[in-house]
C-alpha cells in the first residue's frame, strides 16, 4: 500500500483501501494492511460489530450527556480546544469531537454541513466510538494503543464510515496518569493533511497543560461532593490598555508592565477593536492574509492571544469583551474626536496605527484615523492646531489642512508657504 497517496491523491488512496478492507474482512490474508489494524477489524467482528453496521451504541441521550459534561474534568479545556481546532463557520468542513475514557462523545463542533454528515452515521454526543460501540476508528484505536492515530477511508471498519478521515490522540491527567477521553478531528477524506496529526497533538499538549495548572480542577467522580467549577481556563485577566500606536505594539496591565506584542497578534487586536460585532475564524483568516489564510491558523494565534489576555477577548466570534471599547491608544483617539475634544485627540495621536503593518485591512484602519484625524482638525477652524496636525508623520501629506491653514492665516504667512513647500514635497 503507497501510504504517500494519502496526501497526495486521496481518492485513489482510498480506493486501494476498499478493495483491501473487502479482502481482508472476507478472511483473504493481506500484507499491505498493518497487522494492528487487521486485528482490530477481527476483534471488533469478534464483539459483534458487522461492516455493513450503521448504528453505533448508544449510552446516554443528548439531554443526560449535557449533564455528564458539568461532572467532567475536560469541561475546563473545551473552550481552549474548541479555540485551537473547531470551525463551525458556515463553510467549515471538519468535526471537532472529544469523548470520555470510554469512548462517549460528550462534545462536538462543526458547521452545520458537518453536523449533518455526521447525524446520519449517528456521530453524536452519547454515541459510544469504542470497538465495541461501532468498530475499529480513530478514537477506538487511540484509547487501545494509548497514542495517537490516524485512520483513513477503508482503514476504519464500518463501510459507510469509508467517505471519512479521522484524527484521534488521548488526553491524561498531568497529575495521576489517568486517562480522561479522546480528542479526535474528523471530516471528508480530503480535509486530510500532513498537518492535521501535528495540530492535534499540539492541542493534546496544551490541554494537559492546562489541566496541570493550579486549579485545573480535581477528578471527579460519582461519589465526590466537590460542586464542578464552570469558571472558563482562561486567566481573568484586566488589561487596562492597548497600545496599537506605531511600531511597538504592546499590552498594559494595572500593575504598569508593558508586555509586547508581535505585529500578527497586534493585527488581530486592530481589527478586534474596530468592528463590535466580532469576526469569524474565516473573516479573520481572509483579511490578515488572503486566499491563502485558513480558520485554523487563526485559531492558534487566537489562543495565544487569548493566553495572553485572557477573558479580555471573546470568542465566536472574536471581540474584545463589553467593557474594553476604547480600551486601544487608536480607539481612545477616535473616542476623543466623538466627545468633541479635538486638541486632545491630536494629542493622544502620537503614531501612525500599527506603522509596520502591510495588511489591507489594517492600511485601511491607518487610512480611516488619519482621515477622521484630519477632518476633525480642519473643521476646528484653529490655526495652532493646523499646524500641529501638519507637523507630524500622519498629516504631513494633508494638502486639504494646507489650504485651510492658508485660508486661516493668509496666503503671505511664512508658515502656510513653509506647509505648502513640505505638502508638495510628500506628495
Not at 70 to 99: E, F, N
Not at 185 to 210: H, N, Y
Request: glycine share 10%; hydrophobic share 40%.
Amino acid at each position: 500500500m503507497d501510504y504517500g497517496l494519502r496526501f497526495s491523491d486521496p481518492a485513489k488512496y482510498a480506493r486501494a483501501l476498499r478493495r483491501a478492507h473487502e479482502l481482508v474482512i472476507s478472511g483473504v490474508a493481506r500484507p499491505e494492511i498493518p497487522t494492528p489494524l487487521a486485528e482490530s477489524w477481527r476483534r471488533s467482528m469478534a464483539l459483534g460489530i458487522s461492516p455493513d453496521q450503521h448504528s453505533p451504541r448508544h449510552l446516554h441521550d443528548p439531554s443526560e450527556v449535557v449533564q455528564l459534561r458539568r461532572a467532567h474534568r475536560l469541561q475546563r479545556v473545551m473552550p481552549a480546544l474548541q479555540d485551537l481546532l473547531a470551525d463551525d463557520s458556515s463553510s467549515g468542513r471538519h468535526l471537532l469531537v472529544l469523548t470520555d475514557a470510554g469512548g462517549e462523545i460528550l462534545w462536538r463542533v462543526g458547521s452545520r454541513e458537518v453536523l449533518r454528515r455526521a447525524d446520519r452515521l449517528e456521530f453524536s454526543e452519547g454515541a459510544d466510538w469504542s470497538e465495541a460501540g461501532i468498530g475499529t476508528n480513530a478514537i477506538s484505536e487511540a484509547l487501545v494503543t494509548g497514542g495517537p492515530v490516524q485512520l483513513f477511508s477503508a482503514e476504519h471498519l464500518v463501510r459507510t464510515h469509508h467517505d471519512w478521515a479521522c484524527t484521534a490522540a488521548p488526553i491524561t491527567d498531568p497529575l495521576t496518569g489517568a486517562l480522561l477521553g479522546v480528542l479526535d478531528v474528523s471530516g471528508p477524506l480530503d480535509t486530510i493533511s500532513a498537518d492535521t496529526l501535528r495540530m492535534v497533538r499540539c492541542a493534546v499538549r496544551v490541554a494537559e497543560s492546562l489541566l496541570g495548572r493550579p486549579g485545573g480542577g480535581t477528578s471527579l467522580g460519582a461519589s465526590s461532593s466537590v460542586r464542578p467549577s464552570r469558571q472558563p481556563v482562561l486567566p481573568r485577566v484586566a488589561v487596562q490598555r492597548l497600545e496599537l500606536l506605531g511600531d511597538r505594539p504592546a499590552a498594559v496591565f494595572p500593575d504598569g508592565s508593558r508586555v509586547p506584542l508581535t505585529l500578527r497578534r497586534a493585527e488581530i487586536l486592530a481589527l478586534l477593536d474596530s468592528r463590535s460585532q466580532g469576526w469569524s475564524a474565516d473573516e479573520l483568516a481572509y483579511e490578515l492574509h488572503g486566499d491563502t489564510g485558513t480558520p485554523q491558523a487563526i485559531r492558534t494565534e487566537m489562543f495565544r492571544v487569548r493566553s495572553l489576555l485572557g477573558d479580555a477577548v471573546e470568542s465566536n466570534p472574536y471581540r474584545l469583551a463589553a467593557g474594553l471599547a476604547g480600551c486601544t491608544d487608536s480607539g481612545r483617539v477616535l473616542r476623543l474626536l466623538r466627545e468633541g475634544h479635538v486638541a486632545q485627540a491630536l494629542e493622544a495621536y502620537t503614531a501612525p496605527l500599527l506603522s509596520r503593518s502591510g495588511v489591507m485591512a489594517v492600511q485601511l484602519l491607518r487610512d480611516q484615523l488619519d482621515l477622521a484625524v484630519g477632518s476633525a482638525v480642519r473643521a476646528s477652524g484653529d490655526a495652532g492646531l493646523l499646524m500641529r496636525w501638519l507637523s507630524t508623520d500622519m498629516g504631513a501629506a494633508d494638502t486639504e489642512g494646507v489650504k485651510a491653514l492658508g485660508q486661516l492665516v493668509g496666503r503671505d504667512d511664512p508658515r502656510y508657504s513653509a506647509f505648502r513647500a513640505s505638502s508638495a514635497s510628500c506628495g
